[in-house]
């Protein structure tokens, strides 16, 4: 198979109150608005090379409408397009600002998918130039501001299953995955389209709502920014919901909180650069740290929530079985350090 996509290129997000959430990531995050069409409001970061990374779209709950990959060439995204609907899965080709043609389509788990290869490329003008040649536009002025877009963490049902189809049908490389102590059932996965372990994440979904999001993610250029970036939150009275910590899987320092929808963001930055073409995934377990690198910090309960909340007879609230929650809360009381 030819390399098919290329990295990440934005997420379009609901927020029952797109004013309150814009102004958080305008004043909170660091990002910029440019544009504002038909209620939806298009953000980006300082260092997004193309015209946007977020679109926060009015919704009656916080969700994922949408996450876009660009492809590695035209051909490429017409040979995904094949692929995708030699799978089963018919999508539909759509006009996307500022990108033009893409094709969406809603993967076998619920999720919208959106994959384009044009794109237009920001280039700032007058004050918020960079000096740099390289740089979209000037670094931000706002604590830990972000410079781009990372990954997104989806939640889907079968983990495995999740992995394997968009390993199958896009190309997605699978790096790792997470099987409780307790049993073998898979809990986590990430998936990447290139040499960062992950720009795609699922946690197993035990809800029967389908196409699910845990969390989406920036990334910051060094360790000390997310810490500034922790200061900052917790002056301005934003709890910090997990973190800053390091991530067993993947090596990413990591930091996550709310914005004011209740949609869980991380900051992500550090962690390895892996090229292996056949790289054949590790499984670990919560109790080897894949979670907390330090293998000394219970995750919070409120981590397994998922957007927009569940509704399943069968699962908790927040959508995840109340063994399997027990087992990935607190890893280190029955196993020690491993
Ligand atoms: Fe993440």
């Known amino acids: 198979m030819i390399k098919l996509l290329s990295h990440l290129s934005y997420v379009a997000i609901t927020s029952p109150d797109v004013e309150a959430s814009v102004a958080f990531y305008v004043e909170r995050v ?20 193309y015209a946007y990374s977020v679109v926060v779209l009015p919704g009656d709950e916080p969700s994922l ?9 035209l051909e490429a995204l017409d040979k995904a397009v094949q692929r995708i609907e030699s799978a089963g899965v018919q999508g539909e080709w759509v006009d996307v600002h500022t990108i033009g043609r893409a094709y969406r389509f809603t993967g076998p788990w619920g999720h919208s998918m959106t994959l384009h290869w044009d794109v237009t490329r920001h280039q700032a003008q007058g004050h918020t130039a960079s000096i740099y040649p390289d740089r979209p536009e000037k670094r931000s002025t706002v604590a830990g501001a972000p410079r781009q877009l990372d990954h997104v963490t989806i939640a889907a049902s079968d983990v495995d299953a999740f992995a394997a189809w968009y390993n199958e049908v896009l190309g ?11 049993a073998p059932i898979s809990v986590f996965s990430v998936l990447t389209t290139n040499e960062k372990s992950h720009d795609l994440g699922v946690v197993l979904d035990g809800s029967s709502r389908a196409g699910r999001v845990n969390h989406y993610a920036f990334w910051v250029d060094t360790r000390e920014e997310l810490l500034i970036a922790a200061d ?7 709890p910090i919901e997990y973190g800053p ?39 670990w377990k919560p109790s080897l740290g894949s979670n907390n690198f330090y293998r000394n910090g219970a995750m919070p309960m409120s ?23 027990e087992a990935l809360l607190n890893p280190y009381a029955k196993h020690g350090q491993g």
């Open 65 to 73: 409408d949408t996450m876009a990959w660009r492809t590695s060439s």
């Open 30 to 49: 660091g990002l910029t608005v440019v544009d504002r069409i038909d209620g939806a409001v298009y953000l980006r970061c300082w260092g997004d090379y």
């Open 303 to 325: 981590m397994t929530e998922s957007f927009p909340a569940a509704d399943g007879p069968s699962a908790t609230e927040e959508g995840v079985p109340d063994e399997i929650r």
């Open 172 to 182: 997605f490389r699978i790096m790792a995955r997470t099987l409780l102590d307790e």
């Open 245 to 283: 910590s390091i991530h067993g899987i993947g090596e990413q320092n990591f930091l996550y909180y709310r914005e004011p929808s209740s949609l869980r963001i991380e900051l992500n930055t550090g962690g390895y650069r892996n090229y292996v073409p056949d790289w054949e995934p590790n499984t």
């Open 232 to 238: 900052t939150l917790m002056e301005h009275g934003i």
